[in-house]
C-alpha cells in the first residue's frame, strides 16, 4: 500500500473528521469566550478592584535602550490567559454536566417494546394454529413414546 493510498484512509476515517470538525469548533469557541472575557467579564472586574485593567500590568525588567526594546514580564496577560481558561473550563464543565444529566432521564424513561412487525404477527399466528392442530391431532395420553 503506498503512502498516498493509507494517508487517504487515514484521513478519510469518521474519528479523524470528528476530531478536525472538534478542533475547529473549539477554536471559534474559543474566540468566543476570550471575546466575552475581554469584553463583558473582565471592564466590570476591573471596576470593581479599582479600574485595573490586568493586561496593562507588567514589570519593566530593562528599559529600552536605542533600538531595542524593553523587556517587560507581562504578567498581568497572564491573569487575563489564566482566567479565559477558568471561564472556559466552568463551560465545558456545564456543556457536560447537562448533557450527562440528560443521560441519566433517559436511562431512567421507561422504554416500551419494540412493536412486532407484520411478518412477526403472521409467525406468531401460525406458530399458534400449528400447536392447536397438533394438540387436536395427536392427545398426549395416546402418544406415550413422544416427548413433552
Known sequence: M?????????????NVVDMAVGIIIGAAFGKIVSSFVGDVIM???G????????????????AAEGNAPAVVLAYGKFIQTVIDFIIVAFAIFMGVKAINRLKREEAKAPTLPPTPSKEEVLLGEIRDLLKDQNAKAVPAAAAPDRLV
Open 2 to 14: 503506498s503512502v498516498l493510498s493509507e494517508f487517504k484512509a487515514f484521513a478519510v476515517k469518521g
Open 43 to 45: 471592564p466590570p472586574l
Open 47 to 62: 471596576l470593581l478592584i479599582g479600574g485595573v485593567d490586568f493586561s496593562d500590568l507588567a514589570v519593566t525588567l530593562r
